[in-house]
């Protein structure tokens, strides 16, 4: 079973970037879309971002044009670069793939907290 470890979060006043990276134990190249997920304090996880092998994109309304996705598989890392941030990107992030039927056992997320 493949681990995922994120990092990269903390406290940011709004306006702000961070780089977030998620590092997979096994590898990632099997997975043909990996994305990027946030749960706000009383809200469900949502997926913000996601990137195929192929490098293809795809974003949330909320995060489009402020966050970038990228996946360096010779690594197993994923990375999500954030600008511009928004008190209500206050989350904790998550790494993982698209589809369901492949996905690995949650990490334990990265916090983001932006202050206004």
């Known amino acids: 079973q493949v681990q995922l470890v994120e990092s990269g979060g903390g406290l940011v006043q709004a306006g702000g970037s961070l780089r977030l990276s998620c590092a997979a134990s096994?590898?990632?190249?099997?997975?043909?879309?990996l994305a990027w997920y946030r749960q706000a304090p009383g809200k469900e996880r949502e997926l913000i971002a996601q990137?195929?092998?192929?490098?293809?994109?795809n974003y949330a309304d909320s995060v489009k044009g402020r966050f970038t996705i990228s996946r360096d598989n010779a690594k197993n890392t994923v990375y999500l670069q954030m600008i511009n941030l928004k008190p209500e990107d206050t989350a904790v992030y998550y790494c993982n793939a698209v589809r369901l039927s492949v996905r690995w056992s949650w990490g334990q997320g990265t916090q983001v907290t932006v202050s206004s």
């Open positions: 990137v195929t092998n192929g490098g293809i994109t």
């Open positions: 096994g590898s990632i190249l099997p997975i043909s879309a």
